[in-house]
Structures are given as C-alpha cells and as structure tokens.
C-alpha cells in the first residue's frame, strides 16, 4: 500500500530535549516536505527536500533541521524544543517531474501530535 | 509573500444543504489549485483541484468554480452529509515552487 508513515503519532517532551519525528515513504516520490498545523493557522510548511541532499526553508523553519540522505526518509529534528513548538505535524511526499514541476498530489502522513512541556 | 485567504474559518450546514467556501489569492503565476479535506485524526487528502484554464471542475457532489479575473476560487459541497464534515483547505502552486495553504474551514453537516 501507498503510504507516508510517521513515527511517533504521539509525543510528550520537555523543553530542550532533542527529538527526531520520523517520516518514510514507500512511493519512491522525489519531494518531501514538513509542515505543521495549528489551530486558526493552518498548514505552515517547515522545510522541504526536492531529491536526496537537497532540502530548503520553508515559512517556519527556525528550531527545526531536517535531513534527507536517502530518497525514503526525511526526519524532522527539534534540536532543544520549546514550548511554541507543540503543534500537530505532517509529513507529505510528492512526485517531481523531469522538468523539476512538483506533483499535483500530494500525500500525507497521519500526523504527530507534539507536547513539549 | 505568497498568499491563499481562504473563509468561512468555520461553517455549519443542515444535511442536504450546499457548503461553500471561499479562496482568493494574490499571485498570478499560480496555475493550479487543489482542496484538500481532512478528517480528525487523519492527514488531508487530495479531493479535487483545477488549472485556470477551466472556469468549473465537477467531482461527483465537490465543484470548484475559478474566477481567474478576480482571482478567486471556491468549493461548493452539493446535498452535503454529515461524512463531508471535516477540514477543508484551499491551496495554489506555480508548480515549480510548494504549494501555499489557506488556513482551513471546518465543515461540520448537522444530521
């Protein structure tokens, strides 16, 4: 089955304690990306990789790092969290055609719920 | 920066009633608009999107009408069911740069 599988689902942390949320997919999509949603705000995106060693700044990147040295994963790390960064997380993953347009599909993971204390 | 306004913030409709949210943006390079829904507890899925070249796109009881003069686009949810209540969000791409969100309706269909 098509899937991009986070982990954990749940989270509850304490603030400065480094985090990684994981995010796989099994599409062998080029595009990755992170976002998190927050009542009232939406889907914000963090950071997105468009292939393997290349990633870029989203609208909200500050506090995060993200990596992607295989096609597969792109973890998102929270180096020293705080508690502005208790939010609902997404990962999503997309095609990239030959001419570098990002796929008109986008698909999502089930989300992480953050709590960092 | 890149700009979707997307409104009601929330919505409530009786089951059969039409549900209509409103999206304008600002940039016109953007050629593609997808809605995305999402459910409690799940990821939002792609229900149907279109390309300004079309002023209407028809999904079986979702349709997206286009303004492109006025940049502005919305969705229309015919006979709505209590199953339609969810998250809805606009977005729009110029396809070579990520797609930009609005910042969601929620869509509860009373019975």
């Known amino acids: 089955e098509a899937q991009v599988t986070q982990n954990p689902r749940y989270l509850i942390t304490v603030t400065g304690k480094k985090l990684t949320v994981t995010c796989s997919q099994n599409?062998?999509?080029?595009?990755m990306s992170w976002y998190r949603q927050d009542p009232g705000l939406g889907l914000r995106q963090i950071y997105y990789s468009m292939n393997v060693e290349v990633t870029d700044k989203g609208d909200v990147p500050e506090g995060y790092k993200v990596s992607r040295k295989e096609k597969r994963n792109f973890p998102l790390i929270l180096e020293s969290p705080s508690p502005n960064q208790t939010s609902l997380y997404f990962c999503?993953?997309?095609?990239?055609?030959?001419?570098?347009?990002?796929?008109?599909?986008?698909?999502f993971g089930s989300g992480t719920q953050l709590s960092v204390l | 920066q890149q700009q979707v306004k997307q409104s009601p913030q929330s919505l409530i409709v009786q089951k059969g009633g039409i549900s209509i949210i409103n999206c304008a943006y600002e940039n016109t390079a953007f050629d593609y608009f997808p809605w995305y829904q999402q459910f409690p507890g799940k990821g939002p899925a792609l229900l149907i999107a279109?390309?300004?070249?079309?002023s209407e796109k028809k999904e079986g009881r979702f349709t997206i009408s286009f303004n492109k003069s006025a940049k502005q686009f919305s969705l229309h949810i015919m006979d709505s069911q209590p199953g339609d209540s969810a998250t809805y969000f606009c977005a729009a791409s110029d396809g070579y740069s990520t797609l930009t969100f609005g910042k969601g309706t929620m869509l509860l269909v009373s019975p």
């Open positions: 999503a993953s997309s095609l990239v055609a030959g001419d570098g347009a990002v796929g008109e599909k986008l698909f």
């Open positions: 279109i390309r300004p070249d079309v």
């Open positions: 599409m062998n999509h080029e595009y």
